[in-house]
């Protein structure tokens, strides 16, 4: 997967097609191939999915650069539940199943939730040298740990280097990505793919901290241009990165 001319967004770092710097930041104009070169760098961006599905932006990492720093700042200017996701096949790899169909309880439920067919979630893990995995430092090691081993999901073993239940949500790439889902969790991994990085995003949405509600766009892109980090809407991405 690539972002291209053909595709309407250039990757170059003068100002390409459109007419917008590919090193812009914090901008509404921000376009996929300044999303791609963020993650490239080690950046976090913010995407907003749509306005017609979850209508929430998420700050998404690329899971290899998950600091304790970067796990306080989604703690604190996000604020909503802190994700990894991983594609579908480092997922088959380490026999990782959707939560819904690992569980047998009657809350379980296969009715069509209100922005999606299904959820994405997984397990929820911790690094084994962890001791409760809910601190900063504990969620870096475990994020981290998994961005490795999405690298190479046929060596090593899942199973010796994280244990269930755990501090870390996991979720679950759709099996086609974009073209069968268009949710952060496959816009990050579809980033990530596009930066020719592992497939392992970390996602969470950003919360207004006075009403708990989900932050609007026009506030997120107040934060990212006070914090020097790109904004880019949902369809932008679909547009240039969907196959």
């Known amino acids: 997967m690539s972002v291209s001319h053909s595709d309407g967004v250039s990757g170059e770092t003068d100002a390409g097609a459109n007419g917008v710097d590919s090193d812009a930041v914090g901008d509404s104009d921000a376009t996929a191939a300044d999303a ?9 961006v913010l995407v907003h999915d749509a306005a017609d599905r979850e209508g929430e932006v998420d700050l998404i990492y690329h899971a290899a650069d998950v600091t304790a720093e970067a796990v306080a700042r989604l703690r604190r200017d996000a604020g909503g539940l802190i994700c990894t996701a991983l594609s579908h096949e480092v997922c088959a790899a380490f026999d990782l199943p959707f939560l819904g169909d690992a569980l047998d309880h009657p809350a379980v439920t296969d009715e069509r939730l209100g922005y999606d067919e299904r959820s994405s979630f997984s397990l929820t893990v911790n690094h084994r040298e962890t001791y409760t995995g809910i601190t900063d430092e504990d969620r870096s090691l475990t994020i981290t740990a998994l961005a490795e081993a999405a690298a190479d999901p046929d060596e090593g073993d899942f199973a010796a280097t994280f244990r ?76 240039a990165l969907r196959r």
């Not at 791609?36 to 976090?44: D, K, L």
């Not at 949710?183 to 392992?200: D, F, I, Q, S, V």
């Open 36 to 44: 791609v070169a963020a993650i490239e760098r080690g950046e976090p």
């Open 164 to 239: 269930a239940p755990g501090h870390v949500q996991l979720l679950r790439g759709a099996p086609d990505g974009l073209a069968d889902r268009e949710g952060h969790t496959e816009l990050g991994l579809a980033l990530a793919e596009a930066a020719g990085r592992p497939p392992a995003v970390v996602v969470c949405e950003m919360l207004d901290a006075e009403t708990g509600g989900a932050r609007t766009p026009a506030d997120a892109r107040r934060y990212a241009a006070a914090h020097g980090l790109v904004y880019v809407e949902g369809r932008d991405l679909l547009a």
